[in-house]
Structures are given as C-alpha cells and as structure tokens.
C-alpha cells in the first residue's frame, strides 16, 4: 500500500497540468492534491464532489491509464503519481462525513428514469438547487450498472448505498422495482406536473452473437449474469467467456472467484486489439484467467464452443481487419459459456412513447445539451452514447442538468 502522503509529494504542481487536461470531468487534480497535503480532507473532498458528484466511484473504476494517470509528467522517465488512490482516500471520507441540508425548495419536480452514473449525478445537481426529484429505477437499489454491472470486489456496494443516504438528505424520492413504460408512461408522467423528465437508463439487453445455441440452458450473458452471480450456481469447473471488454473481463475474474476452477477468454483477435482496460487485463491475468486468442464462435453447444481460427490481416490501405481461416475449425470443451460483446438499450420507454427518436442501434437521439426529440424530455448516458465510462456519463449529465435548469425557467 502507498504512503499517500508520499504520493502526494510527488507532484510537480504543474501550471499546465496534463492530468487535468485529460480528465474527461476536468478535475482540479493539483489543487485537490495541495489541499491533501495541508491536511485538509474535508476541503479536498468538497471540491471534488462540486465537480463530480461520483469522484469517489470514478476514483476507482476510470481508466486511469488513459487519464489522469497516463498524462502524468512524472510518468515520462518514472512512475507517475497515483492521483486516483488519493481521490480515493479524500472523496470516500468526504462522502461518509459530510451531511447535506435540503436546499431552499422549488415547485418544480423533475423525473429521473435510470439511477445509474448519469441519474445520480443529475440528481445531486438538481437536487442541491432545490428541485424536487423523484429517480425511478427498474432495479431493487441505487446504483444502476455501478451496482450490477460492476462487481463487488472491485466497487464496493456499501459506498454506493452511502450515495442514497446522501441523496435522502437532499429529499430526493426513490420508486425501485419500477420499469417506465409498461404501466407508468412518460406522458403520464407529465400530466402528473413534472417539468421536466430525464433519461439515463443505459443499456441493459444483452446483444446476442446470433449464432446456433445460445439458448442453451449452459449459455448465459455477461450483464445479467454480473446483477447476482451467487444465482448462477451450477456453472461447472471449465467457464469461457466470449469478448474482450471490460465486461467480459468482469465476469471472466467474478467466475473465477465463484468457483469456477478455469476461466477462458475467447476472442476473435489479439492482445492488442481488446477493448478492455490494461489495467483490467493484467488484473484478469493475475487471476489466473487464461485467453484462447484468435478464435471466432461458430455454434453453442451443451458440451463446448465450435469455433474458427483467425488472423489479423492488413488492407491495401493500412487498416487492420480480421480473417477467418478456412479448414481451422475446432472444438473447445466448457461447461458454460457467458457472452460479453456489448449491450444495447431496452425499448420499454421508446414504445410506449410518441416523439421519441432512435438511431438505428436504438439509442435515444439527442441534441448535444441532451434534448430529446420530444419537448421536456432529456437523455444522456449510455442510452444516448452506448457504453461508456462512468466519468464520460456524469460529465455530460452536468451539460444536460444546466440545460434542464435553462428550461423550466423558460417554461414557467
């Protein structure tokens, strides 16, 4: 374990910080370390959370690597400095002892759907500015993806249940075990008085590799299989994990220590071309989860994995594409199979809705600002982008806070 003090001796204070420059939320990283060192806690907290409500998720979930961390000076000839382990420290005893006081209240409500990295930030913004916000939530607790997509070993469940005691001291509702759309409907949320309805439900539905078999009963997919491990309890001892994102990584490290003696990765390219984290990958690696590279599914099956080899291949103008080889295919034996290869969004709210637009991969269509094509109705977060980070999400919902603020006052 660093000295964090140490740590923090060891930043330059430089009048051009790269780190900053490179954090997606621009996190006063100079400042905040300064503060650290004077021993002011409390101070360094306070910054932190007025730029980034969700500085202490992010703290531990970014890829640091490309950020903060990866744009160090200090990391030119040495080790950088470890900014995120002293955000860590500040931003979680700042959540756990700071109370807040419901500010002067409005008569405006405003309906969040989706309490995830996006809804919890709009929350606390508006919150804080004395609207009166309601967050509805499919799921049984706060938290959205941060709480069942990410697993518990590596974001703790009980620093996100300390953002709900936050946000109960503002006064802000909660209606869990609620899906928009079936029953309540956006429309009827409006005739209900909401000024103004946010969407950050993210991406919940599981895309499929449209291949034979994966409705097998020994085949199961990565997002849903992240809400509760402990209910996937008949996985076997040989797991393989299909993909190469953060998410596959996830669920290849939570197999392993769910009692999965061996866990693959099976991917369709190379080291170089995975979409995860280094970080993550190295991590996975330390688990002992172990990767069958270059190998494309062909069918499911109640036994293993029929597959193809591959091989990257370059194009008469530099572009790297990948290859199936012909007469290399083959049989991996496996208990269970879970498939990670990205998340698109439920159409539950779109299809009960009059004047809201998709794309054609479903995402909600926004304008930059997150309106929506319906009027009062707002959008951001993986529904709108696809999967994203967590600091990319509470970044935006910030813009599309203002932008919501801007219209109700406009619409009075």
């Known amino acids: 374990m660093k000295n964090l003090l140490e740590e923090a001796e060891r930043c330059l204070q430089c009048k051009n910080p790269k780190c900053r420059k490179f954090c997606p939320i621009d996190t006063a990283i100079p400042e905040a370390i300064a503060l650290y060192k004077e021993g002011k806690i409390m101070e360094a907290g306070e910054m932190l959370f007025e730029n980034n409500p969700l500085t202490a998720v992010c703290a531990i979930v970014c890829p640091h690597e490309d950020q903060c961390k990866g744009n160090c000076i200090k990391g030119i000839k040495g080790e950088p400095v470890s900014f995120c382990d002293i955000e860590a420290e500040v931003s979680r005893y700042y959540l756990e002892n700071v109370r807040f006081k419901p500010a002067k209240k409005r008569e405006e409500s405003v309906a969040i759907i989706g309490a995830g990295p996006a809804g919890i930030t709009l929350a606390f913004v508006l919150a804080k500015e004395g609207y009166d916000i309601t967050i509805f939530d499919a799921h049984e607790k706060l938290g959205g993806i941060l709480r069942y997509g990410i697993p518990e070993y590596r974001l703790p469940n009980e620093l996100i249940d300390l953002y709900k ?99 693959f990765v099976m991917y369709r390219k190379g080291f170089e071309n995975m979409t995860c984290t280094k970080a993550e990958l190295e991590e996975a690696k330390e688990d002992g989860v172990k990767f069958e590279l270059f190998k494309a599914p062909l069918e499911l099956t109640k036994t293993g994995v029929k597959y193809i080899e591959t091989k990257n291949e370059t194009d008469e103008n530099g572009k790297v594409y990948t290859k199936t080889l012909e007469g290399t295919e083959g049989f991996f034996e496996c208990d269970t199979t879970i498939i990670a290869v990205s998340q698109n969004p439920r159409n539950n709210i779109v299809s009960t809705t009059t004047g809201l637009d998709t794309n054609k991969w479903g995402l909600l269509v926004t304008d930059e600002v997150g309106n929506t094509t319906k009027k009062g109705v707002f959008a951001s977060g993986d529904v709108v982008t696809g999967a994203k980070t967590v600091v990319q999400a509470a970044a935006h919902a910030k813009v599309v806070a203002q932008e919501i603020m801007k219209y109700i006052e406009e619409n009075k």
């Open 165 to 263: 005691d936050r946000l109960r001291e503002l006064g802000v509702k909660f209606r869990p075990n609620t899906l928009i759309g079936p029953v309540i409907t956006l429309d009827r949320m409006l005739e209900d008085g909401y000024k103004a309805i946010f969407i950050g439900t993210g991406v919940w539905n599981p895309k499929p590799l449209n291949i034979k078999g994966e409705t097998l009963g020994n085949v199961h997919y990565a997002i849903d299989y992240l809400k509760a491990p402990q209910a996937y309890d008949n996985l076997g001892d040989r797991v393989v994990i299909i993909g190469a994102g953060n998410v596959a990584m996830d669920a290849s490290r939570t197999a392993k220590r769910n009692g999965a003696k061996e866990v």
